[in-house]
């Protein structure tokens, strides 16, 4: 089922992407965060929104990063995988996709993350724990002067963006 919202100068159209989905246009962008990690064949999601986009749009993604720091908390989220950069612009060209950019992000929680793989999660304790505001604005800080940065060789997540020719 679609849903769509109106917005001024964009239409947002919300879908659950499967190979006989048909839209009413082809969009100029399609977002997948934090998703591709959680289907058995990212391959064929990957090449079905492809197919969706119009030539010239963009597909922009997250996906979590290294399998070196997959964890039980992944598989308590249902992640199929982490990527590595390799493997996520291999799955954005065999859709036909030209990756413009893809770049790790989150580097500063790379330790907590590799820590964070020794500990045994349940559905009780997947919740993360409360953040204080003046944490939350270092955080906030800390991920806008890492992207303002070149793009760093580690981090906990990947994001993509790569162009339907």
């Not at 989220?77 to 996709?97: F, I, N, T």
């Amino acid at each position: 089922a679609l849903k769509r919202i109106q917005f001024p100068k964009a239409t947002v159209v919300a879908a659950d992407l499967s190979p006989s989905l048909k839209l009413p246009h082809q969009p100029n962008l399609i977002t997948m965060m934090d998703v591709i990690e959680h289907v058995p064949d990212d391959r064929q999601l990957v090449k079905t929104a492809a197919s969706l986009l119009a030539p010239g749009g963009l597909l922009v993604a997250s996906v979590p990063a290294h399998q070196l720091l997959f964890s039980s908390w992944d598989t308590m989220l249902g992640h199929q995988r982490r990527y590595s950069k390799e493997r996520l612009v291999e799955v954005m060209e065999g859709a036909g996709l030209r990756v413009r950019t893809a770049r790790a992000m989150w580097s500063f929680l790379f330790l907590p993350a590799f820590v964070r793989k020794f500990e045994q999660r349940t559905a009780d304790n997947m919740e993360f724990p409360p953040v204080e505001p003046w944490m939350n604005s270092l955080l906030v800080r800390l991920s806008n002067l890492e992207w303002s940065l070149p793009g760093l060789p580690f981090g906990t997540s990947w994001i993509i963006a790569a162009e339907k020719p």
